[in-house]
């Protein structure tokens, strides 16, 4: 990572805002003449406290969500629900917690459970890389970045992290619907469209300039 990305990340980060907050109340205290001598330690002390003292982000390991396959990927979103939801923008999660019921019915063709037509190798490829590869990527690289940062700080485009999250959780969100419509609907050129789509557009976002 970039020095310039590293120190704007800590800049946004809780621990930097937890931080100036008691050194504030340190250098409130100096002109209100509450301390006189060794203001100044007392000032880096007390937001060293409070640096040290908020607890780290939840950290999710994208890669553990690739083992699970064709008949476990409505359970490995589900996990990937339980794991980010207290940290996730009520609009994300929204539509995270969408998926999983758009991906059910599709689960079969995945697979040939209940001896349900599989769908073509290509489509199958599309929509298993998304499910256990690109939206824990997606997730997990959003919950990387402080909370601030996320919501606040605009990136390429004028877009936010925040934005770029529920930009992509959308498009998957919407490909699969169309994928489920097409494959209900036997429509296998509509089906091939919106899976090559499905690869080419939804990916991890670069969530840092």
């Avoid at 199958?124 to 919501?151: C, H, N, W």
Wanted: charged share 20%; with cysteine.
């Amino acid at each position: 990572m970039k020095p310039a990305n590293t120190f704007l990340l800590y800049l946004y980060s809780t621990r930097n805002i937890a931080g100036c907050c008691l050194a504030l109340l340190g250098l409130g205290a100096f002109f209100v003449g509450v301390i006189d001598q060794w203001w100044l330690p007392i000032t880096l002390g007390l937001y060293a406290v409070g640096a040290l003292g908020v607890p780290s982000r939840e950290v999710i390991d994208a890669s553990v969500y690739q083992r699970y396959d064709g008949k476990r990927l409505v359970e490995g979103v589900q996990e990937l629900i339980n794991q980010s939801k207290k940290q996730l923008p009520a609009e994300a999660l929204a539509i995270l917690n969408a998926i999983p019921k758009v991906l059910e019915p599709l689960v079969p063709r995945l697979t040939g459970q209940a001896d349900a037509p599989m769908l073509p190798p290509a489509q199958v490829q599309s929509i298993m890389g998304a499910i256990t590869r690109d939206l824990p990527e997606t997730v997990s690289g959003y919950l990387k970045l402080p909370p601030a940062f996320a919501s606040m700080h605009k990136l390429d485009g004028g877009k936010t992290a925040k934005d770029l999250l529920v930009e992509q959780l959308g498009l998957l969100h919407g490909q699969l619907e169309k994928i489920s419509t097409a494959v209900f609907a036997d429509d296998a050129d509509a089906l091939v469209v919106n899976g090559q789509y499905l690869k080419e557009k939804f990916h991890a976002p670069t969530y840092l300039n």
